[in-house]
């Protein structure tokens, strides 16, 4: 059992279903990506993910206020983010704070980091400046750890995943996502050892 304080524990209730699982829907690929579809009306894909299923939803700061929170489901403010009109997509910086997501009135805060590509290292340092702010004040702060290059070709072997895993774990992330391993094999190796809930990106659509 983590040793985790009471108002982490409250916040993490709002993240984690009843269960105890977490299916959290990203929503803050607009800024990546531009528009698309899902995404115009926000509202009714928050109220469409959250009838089925899902325990959280992650949005960038500048959205939470159109924003029609009335159900359950938690929310995370993601505070990293690159554009595909960049040169250099895969690079994360910096897109909101600790502060920003406590005045929200948000759950938890996430980033994104690519293991690989040239910064990788400020992309690791920003990440530890986040994780030491966001324990301070008790928030939640899930990890997107992904081992990718600079073409942003995924790595899914086992110990590269396992490496992702244990970076975020030894920063001070209390959630970490990742790449399933190819056709998920050795994907138990992967979360070997781990103490704290690991969540897997994607999934296959459903039939409806």
């Not at 982490?8 to 829907?25: E, M």
């Not at 992309?123 to 008790?138: G, I, K, P, T, V």
């Amino acid at each position: 059992m983590l040793n985790w304080s009471v108002g982490k524990r409250n916040r993490l209730r709002r993240i984690i279903d009843d269960c105890g699982a977490i299916l959290a829907v990203p929503m803050d690929h607009g800024y990546s990506i531009g528009k698309s579809e899902g995404l115009i009306d926000l509202n009714k894909t928050v109220q469409n993910v959250v009838e089925g299923g899902a325990s959280c939803v992650i949005v960038q700061r500048g959205m939470v206020r159109y924003l029609d929170m009335q159900n359950n489901s938690g929310l995370m403010i993601h505070v990293s983010g690159s554009t595909s009109l960049s040169s250099k997509p895969n690079y994360k910086i910096p897109t909101g704070s600790v502060r920003d997501t406590i005045q929200l009135g948000a759950d938890g805060i996430s980033c994104h980091v690519n293991i690989g590509p040239d910064e990788d290292a400020i992309m690791l340092r920003d990440f530890s400046a986040l994780s030491m702010e966001a324990d301070q004040y008790n928030l939640p702060l899930m990890a997107m750890m992904y081992v990718r290059d600079n073409k942003g070709v995924d790595t899914l072997s086992v110990s590269a995943l396992s490496h992702a895993v244990r970076i975020a774990e030894e920063t001070g992330a209390d959630i970490v996502k990742i790449n399933a391993t190819q056709d998920g094999i050795g994907f138990d190796e992967v979360i070997q050892g781990t103490r704290v809930p690991v969540v897997v990106a994607g999934g296959s659509k459903s039939d409806d």
